[in-house]
């Protein structure tokens, strides 16, 4: 439970504290992302407004990256660096990148899944049914396997939009560093949850062992 809340507090720090310096060129977040979009000749994707703090996300479906009123109109280095980074998932989608495809592809499953997982694995235990908790844990492993495929996903993101932010000259060279810290404390979120994910499937398949031990 820790981890994840620590993970939290450290975006929220590296957020907080980026997002009051101005980067030098001083774009705003919506011309960070139209300005990369556009070098990266994605000039039909579209760039919005969404309310919120650290609602910054893109929108596969619709092909919009939408930046929390801050980030959108602010131009902060942070605000920048999100930004960036939400249009490398719109560069990702473009160039059918590989753990994005999958992830896609993963999606309905994982999220029909992890919701009805635990109701079967309630129902296992309760009833003593093997099978039930057998199939539980098999849908909460997908969810799992989703998260997983997630960190590639965000990472590679990252990567592209710090090469993107200092290929298109948006930042500065000392921006670099402090940009990357944004974006790395946002990483860890996911790192988090995902080991929080992975502890708790181990502890469900160490119980099912045991579970099957029980009826001999
Ligand atoms: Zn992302």
Not at 19 to 32: C, F, H, L
Not at 160 to 165: E, F, Q, V, Y
Not at 194 to 209: H, I
Request: charged share 15%.
């Amino acid at each position: 439970m820790a981890i994840p809340l620590l993970a939290q507090m450290k975006v929220k720090g590296a957020y907080a504290k980026y997002s009051k310096i101005e980067s030098q060129y001083g774009y705003t977040g919506y011309e960070v992302a139209r300005k990369i979009l556009d070098n990266s000749g994605l000039y039909q994707v579209k760039v919005e407004e969404t309310p919120g703090s650290l609602s910054d996300h893109y929108d596969p479906r619709t092909r919009t990256v939408r930046l929390s009123t801050n980030n959108y109109y602010g131009k902060s280095l942070a605000g920048a660096a999100v930004a960036a980074h939400e249009v490398g998932h719109a560069v990702q989608h473009d160039r059918k990148y590989a753990f994005l495809s999958f992830r896609h592809l993963l999606f309905p499953v994982a999220n029909f899944g992890s919701s009805l997982s635990w109701i079967f694995i309630m129902i296992g235990l309760f009833t003593q049914a093997t099978g039930l908790f057998a199939i539980g844990i098999a849908l909460l492993a997908v969810g799992v396997l989703f998260q997983i495929v997630t960190l590639p996903v965000e990472f590679n993101a990252s990567t592209r939009a710090m090469a993107m932010l200092t290929n298109y000259n948006i930042i500065t060279t000392e921006e670099v560093k402090p940009s990357k810290k944004v974006l790395q404390a946002a990483a860890l979120t996911y790192v988090a949850a995902t080991l929080v994910a992975v502890a708790e499937l181990v502890r469900l398949v160490l119980m099912f062992t045991g579970f099957g031990n029980s009826d001999d």
